[in-house]
């Protein structure tokens, strides 16, 4: 039983501000009261920024028994590790999306969690935005007859991941279908149950070729429908956010779908007629509604649809869509 939800945050970086301390700030129940980073200096610097009262390395984090959840927001090369030992050590675990490397230490962190009586979760945030709820149950209505095909694009825009950024990285398990591809498999899990990887092809990087800059794949839902999968850094101007399925009876397009706060649309037509036109509702944040939801299945035990354990089945798809392009799993 959780009353009040006290977060200690391991990594110093901007996404423990955007989707952590600021967020915390506008939900009840729950507060950040540590920072731990590699560099001591960091972390003190991050502590005063945000005026946490508690700052130090890892250990430091781990050891305080006055957290009762500790949120990964490290490269994820680095979540089985530190997931695992903070379970060890009697902390709930958030881990910032994707949950692990791959599906093998995924699961590791899952056993850890039974075996420790901790909960465990995955940071798919956008999955609390009343924007998802809406388009997971319209997708589930019917209204678009049977699904003929699916094209999910989720590419950053080619000037923002920068030489130098750690989704470059091999060592630290980069590549846009880890970072972003990964959103569109736990979407397409959401809607339609597991998928089979059928196909897929990578663009690499010169500086590393363990990189993938893009990866196209092809799913197949349990129906035969196709899927169009595409992770990109390397998008244009733009970028895209976008979900597309054609079905027998309608079609239904969807922007923004990865964070619905940044002016999310739904659109559902049949022929020249538009059925439904609907924006993601204003000052709805999903890393905020995320954080509500940790509070909630914490103080009274209930399922989670962060669960480890369906993170576990992510991973194990974004596995077999590298295996599929010719690379190793990361």
């Known amino acids: 039983m959780v009353s009040e939800l006290r977060i200690g945050i391991l990594g110093a970086g901007g996404i423990a501000e955007r989707a952590m301390v600021e967020p915390a700030h506008e939900v009840e129940g729950v507060r950040v009261v540590a920072i731990g980073a590699r560099d001591p200096e960091r972390a003190r610097a991050f502590a005063e920024r945000w005026d946490l009262p508690k700052h130090g390395d890892y250990e430091t984090i781990l050891s305080d028994p006055d957290i009762d959840l500790v949120y990964l927001a490290l490269p994820p090369i680095t979540h089985a590790e530190w997931g695992i030992r903070a379970l060890e050590a009697g902390k709930h675990v958030l881990c910032e999306k994707p949950l692990s490397v791959n599906g093998t230490t995924a699961s590791a962190i899952a056993d850890a969690a039974a075996a420790t009586g901790r909960r465990a979760f995955v940071g798919f945030h956008y999955r609390l935005h009343s924007f998802t709820r809406r388009l ?28 130098g950024n750690i989704r470059l990285d091999g060592d630290l398990g980069g590549g846009a279908v880890m970072d972003v591809g990964c959103y569109a498999v736990d979407l397409i899990r959401a809607a339609w149950g597991e998928p089979a990887v059928e ?8 500086d590393d070729p363990r990189i993938d800059l893009q990866t196209d794949a092809v799913l197949r839902l349990s129906s035969g429908a196709p899927v169009h999968v595409r992770g990109s850094f390397i998008g ?18 969807a922007t923004s779908v990865i964070v619905p706060q940044w002016g999310a649309t739904l659109r559902v037509s049949a022929g020249d007629g538009l ?6 509702a204003e000052g709805d944040n999903s890393y905020a509604r995320q954080l509500e939801h940790l509070v909630a299945v914490l103080a009274d035990g209930s399922p989670s649809i962060l669960d480890v354990r369906r993170g576990v089945g992510t991973m194990r798809v974004v596995d077999e869509i590298y295996r599929a392009a010719g690379l190793e799993p990361r």
């Open 199 to 206: 196909s897929a092809t990578a663009v690499l990087s010169d």
């Open 136 to 163: 997971l149950d319209v997708i589930a209505s019917g209204v678009l007859g049977d699904i003929e095909r699916v094209d999910v694009d989720f590419s950053i825009p080619h000037f923002v991941v920068k030489p």
């Open 236 to 253: 244009d101007d733009q970028g895209a956010m976008s979900l597309r399925i054609e079905g027998s009876e309608a079609r239904l397009a």
């Open 275 to 280: 059925l439904l036109e609907e924006k993601a």
